[in-house]
Nanobody
Framework: VQLQASGGGLVQAGGSLRLSCAASGGTFRSYTIAWFCQAPGKEREFVATINRNNNNAYYTDSVKGRFTVSKNIRENTVYLQMNSLKPEDTAVYYC??????????????????WGQGTQVTVSS
């Protein structure tokens, strides 16, 4: 499966962005698709994912209540709505796909398909 992430940009603190991850070349429903971020000098970190069989969503603690992950099966796309953005949210955001267990949702090594990343910059 190929992934194409888009929607990043420069926004002031408190603003919003919506990231999109378009999947192609695979059976969308077979994959768990997640969002990760990587800030300069830091490791890639889990942000959010949505269960491939239902709409259960999982978030890292720092984004709960601010970010919302959703999917459109007809469009083979997963979205990340980012509200109340903070300067510490600045990073390259990647979408990733994999066939994995529920216990591995936040494990970067459990995903074997990655998009190219989209830069999110939040100014103070």
């Amino acid at each position: 499966v190929q992934l194409q992430a888009s929607g990043g940009g420069l926004v002031q603190a408190g603003g919003s962005l919506r990231l999109s991850c378009a999947a192609s070349g695979g059976t969308f429903r077979s994959y768990t698709i997640a969002w990760f971020c990587q800030a300069p000098g830091k490791e890639r970190e889990f942000v959010a994912t949505i269960n491939r069989n239902n709409n259960n969503a999982y978030y890292t603690d720092s984004v709960k209540g601010r970010f919302t992950v959703s999917k459109n099966i007809r469009e083979n796309t997963v979205y990340l709505q980012m509200n109340s953005l903070k300067p510490e949210d600045t990073a390259v955001y990647y979408c990733a796909a994999g066939r994995l267990l529920l216990s591995s949702l936040s494990d970067v090594n459990a995903y074997n398909h990655w998009g190219q990343g989209t830069q999110v910059t939040v100014s103070s």
